[in-house]
């Protein structure tokens, strides 16, 4: 498997040589391998080959390999019903890098990412004035479901003017895009706002509930397979009826009492011990389970591309239908909300139940439920009100984790030397976004606007005992982590040595970029020798001989989330006791104007300043410099 190069959108390729005549597609390939493998290492993308291609001492060729890969499709090569359809299928097949893109396969099966679906909903809303629906992906996550919602449904109108009260709910966000959701969610259109003239009584002092809403918080990872049967009936006694006439007959209210919601399960085999795979009902007066199907498969496909990986880890999933028949006949027209209604009670109940029986649960809002439906023997009036993706979990894992405390910061940002000047500026709206300047064009490359620092190159080489002959060569990216790694344990009110003396300090760096290396490559060329370096591990590790920290010494990239994966290490460590006090790290600087070019020519910055922070008419971000948090983190007692 190898990741394609030269494409923001990094994808998995898997390689194979096809045995038999019958070559599976991408999408079985891709669901033979999620039942083994997890999610990220499920390739997106499969190229078939007659024969991989051996270097002279017969390893594989990799670069062969990936030179004979099968070229992006030509537009006119895609088969077709229309217009419409031909021209997303188009879209899709270049995304996807596949020759050919049919009608009815589906996007998710064959590799499509959230950032394809990012890109495609860009170019057919530059089209069609339309976004594509989350609701179509879940329907029918095709190029003929696209097409048809496109046929039918008018186009989105720009968000109306704010009101008197409050900015007016957009009438649609993009939902592929973070950005708008974020801004969506941000503007709390849920909230009212208070009349000039309206009294307000505050409550006083909230408590702070940390393990109650710990408790029934929606889980996404099931590390503990599989779930023991008792307790499984431990989380459904929550629904159980009582005749005992001793309390009320549940734990959750019913209009009526009609408890007109079904519990049915889709148990995977061996997903929960001591009970065979299969479909069941949920009895709530006898505590029991009928087996209404054999079928044990939990089918990733039926969910929306982003549920699938919870699906594929599932021990067993719940649906809850209400049963129209023993409701209806008493409440008529509001027989539906009441039924939204009591769902709503009972999921509470089983989600309360999480940390007591250690299955996690996850709420999911939309399945493609029809088969389901027909497989519990339900009406089509029976709605479908919530699904919950199930598995177990580790209770030792919900105690409360040895804490860590962030002692000193400090960093480099556009018009900002350090956090405090930053807080300021982002305080009282000050914009660092501007084309970059004359003393930075050479290595930025190009006019294009961005948070640029103005300056890169100055750096006290003999106080990190550098002779300036090195200095010069150093990577501006190592020269500055030094100074602001120095600047930052002073804000801690630490020396090195006082830390030193306390145990091992470690070093965890967040670095994506390392331009210098081509800045070398340049510089270096007809040399004799290649004086110039520049690896992560060398800005880490050089952090870690000046100052003598003695602990882990690491460097990481895992792109845009490198300095937040950095700091999670440098806790984990600190827990794990590998070290007893950390420096988090992370550094992103342009230096050679093949960095800027590969952002731009991968279509992913923006082509103008936004007007603000997120402005949701403008797609792509805005390229940016920084040492962000320059963290000291040391470990405190339990
Ligand atoms: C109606 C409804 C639908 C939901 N659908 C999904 C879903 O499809 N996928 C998912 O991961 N979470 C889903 N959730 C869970 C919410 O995203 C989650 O409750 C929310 O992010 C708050 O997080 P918490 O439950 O951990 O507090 C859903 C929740 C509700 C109430």
């Known amino acids: 498997m190898v990741t394609v190069e030269g494409d923001a959108d990094r994808k998995l390729v898997g390689h194979l040589l096809p045995t038999g005549i019958d070559r599976p597609t991408t999408g079985r390939l891709r669901a033979f391998v999620a039942e083994t493998l997890p999610d990220y290492m499920v390739p997106n993308l499969v190229r078939f080959h007659d024969v991989f291609p051996a270097t002279p001492n017969g390893k594989l060729d990799r670069d062969a390999l990936i030179s004979t890969e099968e070229p992006p499709a030509e537009p006119e090569a895609v088969a077709v019903v229309d217009d419409v359809v031909a021209e997303i299928a188009g879209i899709f097949a270049e995304l996807l890098e596949t020759p050919e893109v049919k009608p009815d396969d589906d996007l998710w099966d064959l590799g499509a990412t959230s950032f394809t679906m990012v890109r495609a909903s860009a170019a057919i809303q530059q089209r069609h004035g339309r976004r594509i629906p989350v609701s179509v992906l879940l329907a029918q996550p095709t190029v003929a479901g696209i097409a048809a919602d496109l046929g039918v449904a008018p186009a989105v109108p720009k968000s109306i003017e704010p009101d008197r009260e409050s900015a007016e709910p957009p009438v649609g966000v993009d939902f592929f895009s973070a950005t708008e959701r974020a801004a969506f969610k941000a503007a709390r259109h849920d909230l009212r706002v208070a009349g000039a003239d309206e009294s307000i009584v505050h409550l006083g002092a909230v408590p702070a509930d940390v393990a109650e809403r710990?408790?029934?918080?929606?889980?996404?990872?099931?590390?503990?397979q599989p779930v023991e049967l008792s307790e499984l009936a431990a989380l459904l006694a929550g629904a159980a009826e009582h005749v005992d006439s001793q309390g009320p007959p549940r734990r959750y209210p019913s209009a009526g009492d009609t408890y007109a919601v079904r519990i049915y399960l889709r148990v995977r085999s061996g997903g929960v011990t001591g009970l065979d795979g299969g479909l069941y009902y949920y009895h709530p007066l006898d505590h029991a389970l009928h087996r209404v199907s054999r079928r044990d498969v939990i089918d990733p496909g039926l969910h929306f591309g982003y549920n699938?990986?919870?699906?594929?880890?599932?021990?067993?999933?719940?649906?809850?239908?209400?049963?129209?028949?023993?409701?209806?006949?008493?409440?008529?027209?509001?027989?539906?909300?009441?039924?939204?209604?009591?769902?709503?009670?009972?999921?509470?109940?089983?989600?309360?139940?999480?940390?007591?029986?250690?299955?996690?649960?996850?709420?999911?809002?939309?399945?493609?439920?029809?088969?389901?439906?027909?497989?519990?023997?339900?009406?089509?009036?029976?709605p479908f009100l919530q699904a919950f993706v199930a598995g177990g979990i580790d209770r030792a894992g919900d105690e409360a984790p040895t804490g860590a405390a962030v002692c000193g910061v400090a960093g480099r940002f556009p018009d900002a030397d350090n956090p405090r000047r930053l807080w300021r500026n982002l305080s009282s709206g000050v914009r660092s976004l501007r084309p970059v300047s004359d003393a930075r064009r050479a290595q930025v490359g190009g006019d294009h606007p961005g948070g640029f620092l103005s300056d890169v190159d100055t750096f006290d080489p003999l106080l990190f005992h550098i002779s300036p002959m090195e200095a010069a060569r150093l990577d501006p990216q190592v020269r500055l982590l030094l100074t602001v790694v120095w600047e930052c344990l002073e804000d801690a009110a630490h020396t090195a040595a006082e830390l030193n003396g306390d145990g091992r300090v470690g070093v965890f760096l967040g670095t994506m970029w390392q331009d210098h290396r081509l800045v070398?490559?340049?510089?270096?060329?007809?040399?004799?020798?290649?004086?110039?370096?520049?690896?992560?591990?060398?800005?880490?590790?050089?952090?870690?001989?000046?100052?003598?920290?003695?602990?882990?010494?690491?460097?990481?990239?895992?792109?845009?989330?490198?300095?937040?994966?950095?700091?999670?290490?440098?806790?984990?460590?600190?827990?794990?006791?590998?070290?007893d006090a950390a420096v988090v790290a992370a550094a992103n600087l342009f230096l050679h104007p093949h960095h800027l070019r590969e952002l731009v020519d991968s279509g992913l910055l923006a082509e103008r300043l936004p007007e603000g922070a997120f402005d949701p008419d403008v797609v792509g971000w805005v390229p940016g410099e920084g040492w962000r948090p320059s963290c000291c983190v040391a470990s405190t007692p339990p």
């Open 214 to 224: 710990a408790a029934r918080a929606s889980r996404r990872e099931f590390p503990r």
């Open 520 to 579: 070398a490559a340049q510089s270096d060329a007809g040399e004799e020798i290649a004086a110039m370096s520049s690896t992560g591990s060398q800005a880490a590790n050089r952090i870690s001989h000046f100052f003598g920290f003695t602990g882990p010494s690491i460097a990481v990239d895992t792109s845009c989330a490198s300095s937040l994966t950095a700091l999670h290490l440098a806790v984990e460590s600190i827990r794990d006791g590998e070290c």
């Open 308 to 382: 699938r990986p919870l699906a594929g880890q599932a021990a067993f999933e719940l649906y809850l239908f209400g049963r129209a028949n023993a409701i209806t006949p008493l409440y008529g027209d509001d027989a539906q909300r009441f039924l939204a209604l009591e769902a709503g009670y009972l999921g509470q109940v089983l989600m309360q139940a999480q940390t007591d029986t250690a299955i996690g649960l996850c709420p999911i809002g939309s399945v493609n439920i029809e088969a389901i439906r027909t497989e519990c023997g339900l009406d089509a009036g029976d």
